[in-house]
């Protein structure tokens, strides 16, 4: 039953990132429509997302990198930030210990 259409007409939609297969799914960050392949099920986003993804919480996407462990983090997971630093949460509760 399944056919498949060789050019022409767009009636299904292409997957927005590989433009290839068709979209079955929307990433619930971007709002993107993929195919299984650039679908990350578990985590309910794209691929490009999940690249960009905070590598903290998992559900934001991130706005930077944390100076000590070089994670990428959320603005929400960012704990401190001045100008170009950042540093994530979990990096500034061991970090903390720097203010004496
Ligand atoms: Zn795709
Ligand atoms: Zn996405
Ligand atoms: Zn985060
Ligand atoms: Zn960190």
Known sequence: MMKKLIGGSESSLKCEI???????????????????DD???????????EMSICEICKRHLAVGKCEKCGRIICEECTAYFDGARRICK??????????S
């Open 18 to 36: 590989c433009e290839e297969r068709e979209a079955q799914y929307v990433c619930r960050i971007c709002g993107r429509r993929v195919c299984e």
């Open 90 to 99: 979990e990096c500034f509760t061991s970090f903390s210990s720097y203010h």
């Open 39 to 49: 679908y990350s099920r578990e985590k309910g986003i794209c691929k490009v997302c």
